[in-house]
């Protein structure tokens, strides 16, 4: 069985507080085999952490959490960025035109940002993109008191079952995960076409500590500080180059949504 966590937030979303080698080494210590790291409208740290992960055992997939007119959206197996701030159905059908699909991420909450039931049913009865629309997070990890109608309507919804931390801090890559018959990021994609994924959720209560975790760290990302792989091969926070923090301030900047 493999264990995939298909929702990660790197430093190339603002708020986010670890580097996409941190994530990778940390996602290999845990035994995960697939990961997904999914920016905020960016796919940059995705296509790091495929170039990584094969030195540390793992596979990770190109993606990431698109901003939609509606809401946000996982995309996996992409090639691109779709365009950002579509509607959710042009933004699915970008997806599925350059082979990729999608994954509702904490969808049915009050939350802004997610996406609400008469958008996922409306698609899903959409031709046009067709099965494109493959996963819903069950469990997000980030959004656990609010996961209860998910929970409830995926029973009826000709879609995988996932579980995702939604990870913005290092301890949480691989609390809780998805398993899946296989190991490879193609058994995985086959495992989300056929429904046989099943969620593993985070066992104890990530409120409110996980927020007091996450507000420590991001604090220390504001002086330029993050969670790195250090030259020992530790993981640890470290202060970033500025070269780097340019670099990233650059790849973050006009896409904070
Ligand atoms: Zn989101
Ligand atoms: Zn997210």
């Known amino acids: 069985m493999g264990k995939a966590d298909l929702h990660i937030h790197s430093l190339y979303s603002y708020d986010s507080t670890m580097t996409v080698e941190a994530i990778v080494k ?18 940059r740290g995705s296509l790091e952490a ?12 190109p ?29 699915l059908f970008s997806i599925g035109r350059q082979g990729g ?21 409306s698609v899903l009865a959409n ?11 069950t469990h997000n990890m980030s959004t656990q008191a609010r996961n209860q109608t998910a929970q409830k309507l995926s029973i009826y919804l000709p879609l995988a079952r996932i ?7 290092i301890w949480a890559v691989g609390a809780t995960w998805t398993k899946f018959p296989g190991s490879t990021a193609q058994d995985l994609r ?32 504001k002086f330029g500080y993050a969670v790195d792989v ?10 970033l180059s500025d070269e780097y923090l340019r670099s990233i301030r650059e790849q973050v900047r006009s896409k904070k949504r």
């Open 190 to 221: 086959q495992a989300l076409d056929s429904n046989l994924t099943v969620p593993v959720p985070y066992g104890q209560n990530f409120l409110p500590w996980g927020i007091v975790s996450w507000l420590r760290y991001f604090f220390l990302r």
């Open 63 to 91: 993606a990431a959490e698109v901003t939609t007119q509606e809401g946000h959206l996982l995309a996996l197996f992409i090639r691109e960025l779709p365009p950002v701030g579509a509607s959710l159905a042009d933004t």
């Open 163 to 169: 579980a995702s931390s939604d990870a913005h801090v």
């Open 101 to 121: 699909i999608a994954i509702l991420p904490h969808p049915f909450t009050s939350l802004p940002n997610s996406l609400r039931q008469e958008s996922v049913f």
């Open 26 to 43: 940390k996602a290999a210590d845990v035994g995960l085999s697939v990961i997904a790291i999914t920016d905020h409208d960016q796919i």
């Open 230 to 239: 250090q030259a020992s091969r530790q993981i640890d926070t470290q202060r």
């Open 50 to 61: 495929c170039e990584l992960a094969p030195r540390y055992g793992i596979e990770a997939v």
């Open 127 to 137: 031709t046009r993109v067709k099965g494109v629309l493959r996963g819903i997070e």
